[in-house]
C-alpha cells in the first residue's frame, strides 16, 4: 500500500509559478512510476506529467509541454511538479498518482491539492 500526499497548491496570479509536492509513504517508492493528472470543474480528470522509475518524463503536449517540469526525488520519496507561466485555464484540483506506467496503470491516488490561478 502507498498512500501519497500533494501539497504546494494555492492561489498564484497569471504568469507565476508553483511547486507541488507529493510525499509518498513504503519503501517501494522507486518501484512505481509517478504522475500528476488534473480535474477542472466540470471536466474530466486529465493526465499533466510522468515520469518514470528511471527518471524519463512524459507531458500532455496540450497542457504542460514546454511550462510544467516533473522530477522525483526517490531517496525523499517525493515526485515534484514545477509550474511556471501559469493561466487561468490551470486551474484545477491537482493530484499524485503512482503505478506501474503513466498515464495509464494507476494503483494509487492522492486526495489533490487546489491550484487557482487568477486573470
Known amino acids: 500500500q502507498v498512500q501519497l500526499v500533494e501539497s504546494g497548491g494555492g492561489l498564484v496570479q497569471a504568469g507565476g509559478s508553483l511547486r507541488l509536492s507529493c510525499a509518498a509513504s513504503?519503501?517501494?517508492?522507486?518501484?512505481?512510476?509517478m504522475g500528476w493528472f488534473r480535474q477542472a470543474p466540470g471536466k474530466e480528470r486529465e493526465f499533466v506529467a510522468g515520469?518514470?522509475?528511471?527518471?524519463?518524463?512524459?507531458y500532455n503536449e496540450d497542457s504542460a509541454k514546454g511550462r510544467f517540469t516533473i522530477s522525483r526525488d526517490n531517496a525523499k520519496n517525493t515526485v515534484y511538479l514545477q509550474m511556471t507561466s501559469l493561466k487561468p485555464d490551470d486551474t484545477a484540483v491537482y493530484y499524485c498518482?503512482?503505478?506501474?506506467?503513466?498515464?495509464?496503470?494507476?494503483?494509487?491516488w492522492g486526495k489533490g491539492t487546489l491550484v487557482t490561478v487568477s486573470s
Open positions: 513504503g519503501r517501494t517508492f522507486g518501484s512505481y512510476a
Open positions: 515520469i518514470r522509475m528511471n527518471g524519463a518524463s512524459i
Open positions: 498518482a503512482a503505478g506501474y506506467s503513466m498515464p495509464g496503470a494507476i494503483l494509487y
